[in-house]
């Protein structure tokens, strides 16, 4: 069944139904004749089938989109909406072309007698193995709707997370880059001009200016330099990033080591250990299984190798708080609120509101670090600028006073 399925190809077909309108679609199949076989049984006369092209334009799928369909389709289940037809209304009702697709390639399989996380598993790039535990989980148990509301709720609980840290992040960074390209362009177009103006004064000019008026001369004559080691540095520091596990390890490092953004970065980490964790031993995967999507999901290198090793200590009948007490990356609440849930028989809920805790810490330090970062930005950038402003005004203050 796996290599049949590996087999199949995007078809595209066009048809009339039995009213004699012309509608269009496109189908999963191992070939055409399966196509028409499938269409005829529901009722369509087929008129045109082709292959998808290889170069047809597939749109982007975001994590987002991944998140809306789950909690979509888990309040369609909860409302007693059979799966195909809950398939068929979030995918026709998607506004992103590519989901729709997805959706309609992962329906065509379930038509054909695959269970639900066997499908989603044939597309990893959007739906992990934490996701497809957890589905596979709810199919076995019978109780996929619960399962699906509780991934829904996790999934938009990590994204909320995620925005937080990408915002604390991106603030920063953009007024950063503004200030670079103001002052590129300051040094290449308008201190010349003063410069220009200044050389036909024949008088000695301040220091101040004469260094700005070097930094100047070095813009504009290595611009070109300038933005492309730049560029080059900033492509090849997150192509290395994405593709070399011992740069990812020594930058996970280093984000946890940063002032006051180190902080928040470790505390949304744990918030996510914790929920993905919680998640998963709500479903009843076994502990060492879902260990395996904690790990995965932690999001830096620091916290993965330490799950990793909390599950191997696990394997050999370690407790899960002294395993994570050896691991020597969770603060103390943590392990205390992991024992008690551990001897109380409910780890699942006390983990949960660690991770409700450990949420609403990031969401207070990412307030309190945009508040404090506006008036450290303003000032740095009114140094920056108004030192410029001065240096270039200094001759002519001097000459208003020598007149």
């Not at 289940?77 to 390639?105: C, E, R, Y």
Request: include cysteine; glycine fraction near 8%.
């Amino acid at each position: 069944m796996a290599a049949s399925a590996s087999k199949q190809i995007t078809y595209q077909w066009e048809g009339k139904d039995k009213k004699g309108k012309v509608i269009k679609g496109e189908m999963r199949a191992a070939g055409e004749s399966f196509v028409n076989a499938t269409l005829r049984r529901q009722g369509i006369s087929v008129t045109k089938v082709k292959k998808q092209s290889a170069f047809a334009s597939k749109g982007k799928i975001t994590d987002k989109d991944i998140t809306l369909f789950t909690r979509q389709l888990a309040t369609m289940m909860k409302a007693g909406v059979p799966l195909l037809q809950a398939f068929d209304i979030v995918g026709k009702g998607h506004s992103n072309p590519a989901v729709a697709k997805l959706l309609g390639d992962i329906k065509a399989d379930v038509e054909t007698g695959s269970s639900l996380s066997t499908s989603f598993r044939k597309y990893p790039l959007y739906f992990d193995n934490l996701f497809c535990n957890l589905v596979g989980a709810g199919e076995q148990a019978g109780i996929l709707d619960t399962l699906l509301d509780r991934l829904a709720t996790y999934k938009e609980k990590i994204q909320a997370i995620k925005g937080k840290i990408k915002s604390a992040l991106f603030y920063p960074i953009s007024i950063l880059v503004v200030a670079f390209v103001i002052v590129a362009i300051i040094m290449i177009f308008v201190i010349p001009a003063f410069k220009e103006l200044f050389s036909s004064f024949g008088a000695d000019l301040p220091g101040p200016t004469l260094v700005v008026m070097a930094i100047s001369d070095f813009f504009v004559t290595w611009w070109w330099a300038i933005f492309g080691s730049i560029g080059g540095g900033l492509w090849f520091f997150f192509y290395t990033w994405k593709r070399s596990e011992k740069m990812q390890s020594t930058m996970d490092r280093l984000m946890l080591k940063l002032p006051i953004i180190g902080e928040i970065i470790r505390k949304a980490t744990i918030a996510r250990f914790s929920r993905t964790l919680s998640t998963m031993f709500s479903a009843g995967v076994p502990l060492v299984e879902a260990l395996d999507s904690v790990a995965g999901a932690s999001g830096n290198r620091v916290y993965f190798d330490a799950t990793k090793r909390i599950q191997s200590e696990i394997s050999t009948g370690t407790s899960l708080t002294v395993a994570m007490q050896n691991a020597n990356v969770f603060p103390n609440m943590v392990l205390q609120m992991t024992a008690i849930g551990e001897e109380s028989g409910a780890l699942d809920s006390m983990l949960s509101k660690v991770a409700d805790f450990f949420e609403a810490e990031v969401d207070d330090a990412v307030d309190a670090m945009s508040s404090l970062m506006e008036p450290v930005i303003m000032v740095v950038l009114g140094t920056i600028i108004g030192g410029l402003v001065v240096a270039m005004y200094m001759p002519i203050f001097k000459m208003g006073s020598v007149v």
